[in-house]
């Protein structure tokens, strides 16, 4: 496990892989290997899709390719761009809005992009790698800066790497890298017969 390892504290037992996913900010100064890399993108690759559209593209680049790696950077507002620039990969995830079987409007393509890059995360950590999605993005810069053409939108910026030292973050983001991880609980959004009402199914029986 790494040193950064920071596993939820689950109400119920879950995959290992699941538990070990976490957003990290610092970044070991350290190369992804070019096959872990080509899983990371075969795993967003099988994820499910509306009628199997798979509206997900990327744009990937590691700092071997510091033109790209800095137009992609350049994507992300500032404040991401303050810690991202550490990880040794950097991707924007793009949606294409319509279904190319029938040129209609996809509802459901944002929701796909997010099942892709949601995979993506989990190969990532059962690689011993984690990314950091970012809505934190200039989409209208990304289009200008990679052509991104009509009918397609920039959705999310990713950080990929190993995860490194909170302690090569400054201060308020390093206190954010180790602060416990909080969620609501499960009986607070999965319902029954009554909207807002918890589903006897998630409630715990003592
Ligand atoms: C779609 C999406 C957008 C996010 N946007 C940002 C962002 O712009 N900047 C940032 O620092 N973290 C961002 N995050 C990270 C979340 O804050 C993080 O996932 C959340 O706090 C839960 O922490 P965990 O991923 O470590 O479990 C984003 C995550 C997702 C999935």
């Not at 810069?141 to 939108?153: S, T």
């Amino acid at each position: 496990m790494s040193p950064a390892a920071r596993p939820a504290p689950t109400d119920a037992p879950v995959h290992e892989v699941i538990r070990h996913r976490w957003s990290p900010r610092a970044f070991e100064d350290r190369p992804v290997e070019p096959e872990k890399l080509r899983s990371l993108f075969e795993a967003a690759r099988w994820a499910a899709s509306s009628y199997n559209g798979q509206p997900w593209n990327f744009i990937v680049a590691t700092k071997d390719d510091p033109a790209t790696y800095n137009r992609i950077l350049e994507s992300f507002h500032e404040f991401n761009q303050g810690w991202a620039k550490n990880a040794p990969v950097i991707a924007l995830s793009v949606a294409a809005l319509n279904f190319q079987h029938d040129g209609q409007p996809n509802r459901h393509a944002f929701h796909d992009v997010g099942q892709a890059a949601a995979n993506l995360a989990n190969e990532a950590t059962h690689l011993g790698l984690q990314i950091h999605q970012m809505a934190g993005i200039l989409p209208d810069k990304a289009r200008e800066l990679f052509h991104i053409p009509d009918g397609y939108e920039a959705v999310a910026g990713i950080a990929i790497g190993y995860p490194g030292e909170a302690n090569s973050l400054p201060g308020q983001l390093r206190e954010r890298e180790v602060a416990p991880r909080q969620r609501k609980p499960v009986s607070s959004f999965v319902f029954g017969g009554e909207w807002g009402k918890p589903s006897p199914l998630v409630v715990a029986k003592n």
